[in-house]
């Protein structure tokens, strides 16, 4: 009994973590989030992040992510992809396995680390956290938007 419901817990949390990452516009499922902004013909935004732990990450989610001015903005605009690693948080194990390969693929060095993605999956910037609050990231990310569509 117990050999089923383990791999059904992990799966659960899994999928919680996909719609919970900052809110409603945050995924943790990096496939989906491909296959969405292919379709939808938008940026991805992938935040690498140490979400308990890290202090500019916390800053970063405080001043930026979990603001109304950045949720209208990236509605419109972007894929939101969380991909943590937390060191006092359990998280699923699929999780954790696709947030390190991640973050291999990427070459992550630092937290926070934020990558814009053009539609195809392809690499066009990297920043992290940058002063200025939420509406100087709006003005640096629309300039980001405006330089890999033209």
Known sequence: MNRFFRPLAS??????????????????DYAAAKEQAKAEN???????????????????NAEVFSRSEFSAFADANLILVKLDFPRRTE?????????????EKYGIQGFPTVIILNPSGEE???????????????????????????
Not at 18 to 26: D, E, L, T
Not at 124 to 147: F, M, Q
């Open 11 to 28: 799966l659960f949390l899994f999928a919680a973590a996909a719609v919970m990452a900052h809110g409603a516009n945050w995924t943790t």
């Open 42 to 60: 938008r940026h991805i935004l992938l935040e690498f992040t140490g979400s308990d732990w890290c202090p500019p990450c916390q800053r970063l």
């Open 91 to 103: 998280q699923a194990p699929e999780l954790a396995a696709q947030n390190r390969r991640l973050a």
């Open 124 to 150: 066009i910037e990297r920043t992290g956290y940058r002063r200025g609050g939420v509406a100087a990231y709006i003005r640096h990310l629309e300039s980001v938007l405006a330089r890999s569509k033209s």
